[in-house]
């Protein structure tokens, strides 16, 4: 009898360990995992001619910042992580960004027309004027929201959002009061898709609508302060053929901040954009205006960090190292600002054209400060504890922030040659950007030529010659670059900057670099030695600075 | 009827989130002073060329202004923005070693910032000017074990300073405690760099008003040893230090000796006071 049982038990648990290997094996069939990590290294050296002794190193000889991502999918459940160290952080990184760990931690679950996310998360309402929480590596930023997130389709083209949590603030992890907690929700009725009637209407309709608020306890024994700050905001994107409008206005209770002054003032934004596409043109215009519009989860906070709002750039990103060597960097205190673009396709055996076509674009942008009046007469303009001013809506200030035309043209000329050269003409508030006050202006002119020779199917090489010309701030500069590519792996290149119009002699520095890089796959590895000088990098008007440095950098990267 | 149902939701959602509070005016609100016997040292890590530094100066001096003698500011010249721009309005060094040292050790990398009875937050002992009030207020309901006296002497003929600091403890205390002893000075008339309008010319004050100035330590950087060991309830330990105005800029009548008593291990401020050079 006993030997029976003993079989018996024997065929259950034989049969028992299959359907779970089974299980095993099928789930592991339906997963994924995908990652991608970076790591950029950086070694200093005492560099004289740019003012970096051994005793200003002090010590620290290298810098590193480096993230691995992993995502993991099972059907409707994904789960993910993210490591991260800065081990010191590369200069121009906010020290306070110093240590590592897991800072983002998420597990989700999508259903058709339903989604729960725990965790950290980012997200976006409409433009992001009320909301955007993101990641860019580049600037060292990341406001991501940890808690929950919550979207639910009733019907395809109705959506709804909900956000809960407290934004991450470099390695603090959230305590009590030390920071605002972020209550959102979203809604966008998109008419094309959730009217059948309309799905192939010429005539396109998006209507989207949020709200958020924030709730951070008022410890200031001076001031009354609003403990849950609300924003809300309408957008709507409306489409006819080749046209389309998109436009949105936020408005923000009394939000007292370190930012603002600690005024009492209302907030607003506004954000207009228009544009016609159609075969070899294209025509975009666009018109913001910000007013007391900084929205953080601490008030008290004045580093790069801890926003909810995110206040889209009208101004065109350039690349080159010239042209971006003054990037505009919004002003959430207030500006108002417009920009115009033309992009026109010369055609193909045209006079213009030659053989090949030519491409033309024009870009023109201006940004202004708002207008200011005293709200008494016995009230200075934006003084603490007050209402601090009041603005008309359309007026442009007397000051320009930033000017920027700039006229390009992309053109091949044979199998063998391409170039794209550039010319543009900049006005830039070094004394409110930069926060240098009494600095005049930079007013710029900038010329690029970068004209690409390719050799064979494999062989290339690339030559930049640029030129900026002021008067101000640190003069002329001129700037070479030569790149040699092989493809698909091989990349060599040597750089020189050089800053020939300073008024200082001393400084009249070249900024030499050579870089070489070889990418296989998705993994690619970069080696750059060289100076490199001290600017700003900008990125959707979020700018660090970034401090003069010489040395050895590398950059290694994969994802799968 | 489900869709209708998710809108009711939402805006029902979107009414509770719209619990907004507007503050109306008057906007500002007082300070509790009667409760405790806990004075507070507000640091205030400054630079002439620190644009944002006044509107901090006028913060910390709120803060004084609500409970007057129970708060003591040192405005602390360090850093790059107080290095002096040879051949410009702003020459003039107001920096000293003791400032640069504490600086460099409570790591403040930028201007303005500062520290409330150098209180340590998880490894943090800097704030900003906006947390300052609200550090403040709560160790202004505290109670110290100590009561800190100052006598002040200036002879002058002599331009000497004899000040004598009396640290009167109303409970038993047992531990490492120094007494740091500094000399401030109000109403230096210098430049100051400045962008808030509300505040004065921007971008130049070029007659600004400089307060609380830290001139001199007259102890070590760190302190001079106060008790090392423990001392009963309503014993008194003095200490007596003297200082030379000789081949200064120092403006006797316009000076005051600041004492503060500091936790030798952690730097926290047991107790500060001020007192005027001359009466």
């Known amino acids: 009898m006993n030997k029976l049982k003993i079989v018996l038990l024997l065929i259950l648990t034989i049969i028992g360990v299959n359907t779970v290997n089974a299980q095993i094996s099928d789930m592991l069939n339906r997963s994924e995992v995908h990652g991608s990590f970076q790591v950029d290294g950086q070694y200093y050296q005492a560099d004289n001619a740019l003012g970096i002794t051994d005793s200003i190193l002090g010590g620290r000889k290298m810098g590193l910042n480096g993230f691995g991502k992993i995502t993991y999918n099972l059907g409707k459940f994904s789960a993910g992580m993210r490591y991260e160290a800065y081990l010191t952080p590369i200069a121009g990184f906010d020290p306070a960004l110093e240590g590592n760990g897991f800072p983002n931690l998420w597990a989700s679950y999508n259903d058709d027309n339903f989604s729960v996310t725990v965790g950290s998360f980012y997200e976006q309402f409409g433009n992001g004027l009320v909301l955007r929480t993101y990641e860019e590596w580049a600037l060292g930023y990341d406001n991501a929201l940890n808690g929950v997130r919550v979207t639910y389709e009733p019907v395809r083209g109705l959506l709804f959002k909900g956000v809960y949590g407290t934004q991450r603030y470099f390695w603090d992890k959230f305590e009590k009061n030390d920071r605002g907690i972020v209550r959102g929700v979203d809604a966008e009725m998109d008419f094309n898709t959730l009217f059948t009637g309309m799905t192939n209407s010429k005539f396109r309709f998006v209507l989207g609508g949020s709200m958020v608020s924030k709730y951070q306890i008022d410890e200031n024994p001076i001031y009354k302060l609003p403990e849950n700050v609300a924003s809300f905001a309408g957008r709507a994107n409306i489409g006819y053929g080749k046209f389309n409008i998109s436009t949105e206005y936020a408005y923000k209770i009394n939000d007292p901040s370190a930012i603002n002054n600690y005024i009492y003032k209302e907030g607003q934004a506004f954000l207009a954009s228009l544009s016609y596409s159609t075969k070899g043109l294209g025509l975009f215009a666009q018109f913001k205006r910000i007013d007391n519009f900084s929205f953080r989860s601490d008030r008290d906070v004045t580093a790069n960090a801890l926003d909810i709002s995110y206040l889209p750039p009208i101004s065109e990103s350039h690349t080159y190292a010239l042209t971006s060597m003054y990037p505009y960097a919004t002003q959430p205190n207030g500006e108002i600002g417009f920009q115009f673009q033309v992009n026109y396709k010369v055609p193909k055996k045209s006079k213009l054209g030659g053989k090949y076509g030519m491409g033309i674009a024009i870009n023109y942008s201006q940004i202004n400060d708002i207008v200011r009046n005293k709200v008494n007469d016995t009230t200075a303009i934006n003084q603490k504890g007050t209402l601090g001013y009041t603005s008309d809506f359309l007026k442009f200030g007397d000051r320009i922030f930033w000017r920027d035309l700039n006229i390009s043209i992309n053109k091949k000329f044979s199998k063998k040659v391409k170039g794209i050269f550039q010319y543009m003409y900049q006005t830039y508030d070094i004394a409110t950007i930069e926060g240098h006050p009494g600095e005049p202006a930079v007013n710029s002119h900038i010329a690029v030529a970068d004209v690409n020779y390719k050799f064979t199917n494999r062989k290339s090489l690339r030559i930049e010659l640029q030129g900026l010309w002021t008067k101000e701030d640190m003069g002329d500069w001129a700037a070479i670059l030569l790149e040699y590519t092989i493809s698909p792996h091989w990349f060599f290149s040597v750089t020189d900057q050089y800053n020939y119009g300073n008024a200082v002699k001393a400084d009249q520095i070249h900024y030499f670099s050579a870089a070489f890089g070889y990418t296989h796959n998705t993994t690619r590895f970069q080696f750059n030695y060289g100076r490199q000088r001290e600017g700003i990098v900008c990125i959707g008007g979020v700018c660090r600075q970034v401090p003069a440095s010489s040395g050895l950098s590398v950059s290694i990267s994969t994802n799968f | ?279």
């Not at chain 2, 500062?114 to 709560?138: E, F, H, M």
């Not at chain 2, 200064?248 to 291990?265: G, H, L, R």
């Open chain 2, 1 to 279: 009827m489900k869709i209708f149902k998710i809108l009711s939701l939402t805006l029902v959602i979107a009414f509770v989130f719209s619990a907004c509070d507007k503050v109306e005016a008057p906007y500002q609100t007082g300070f509790d002073c009667e409760s405790g016997n806990q004075n507070v040292l507000i640091e205030d890590y400054t630079g002439h060329t620190c644009v944002n530094c006044p509107g901090a100066a006028v913060t910390a001096h709120d803060i004084k202004s609500n409970c007057e003698e129970r708060v003591i500011i040192i405005a602390v010249h360090a850093g790059y923005f107080a290095e002096p721009l040879e051949g410009t309005e702003f020459d003039y060094d107001f920096r000293t070693p003791t400032g640069d040292v504490w600086n460099n050790y409570f790591g403040i990398i930028s201007n303005p910032n500062g520290l409330v009875n150098r209180v340590n937050n998880d490894g943090n002992y800097i704030l900003s000017p906006g947390q300052w009030a609200a550090q403040a207020t709560k160790l202004l309901a505290q109670n110290s074990p100590v009561n800190i006296s100052i006598k002040n002497d200036f002879n002058t003929s002599t331009n000497k300073l004899s000040t004598t600091i009396d640290a009167n403890f109303v409970d038993a205390v047992e531990g490492n405690y120094n007494i740091v002893v500094c000399l401030t000075e109000n109403n230096i008339i210098k430049p100051q760099k400045n962008n808030n309008s509300s505040i004065g010319s921007v971008p130049e004050i070029l007659e600004y008003e400089h307060m609380h100035v830290l001139r001199k330590v007259l102890t070590q950087q760190w302190g001079n040893e106060l008790l090392n060991g423990s001392v009963a309830a309503n014993q008194k330990i003095s200490k007596t230090l003297e200082l030379s105005f000789d081949g200064t800029d120092w403006v006797a009548e316009n000076c005051n000796i600041v004492a503060f008593i500091t936790n030798v291990s952690d730097k926290s401020v047991l107790q500060v006071n001020e007192s005027a050079v001359i009466e």
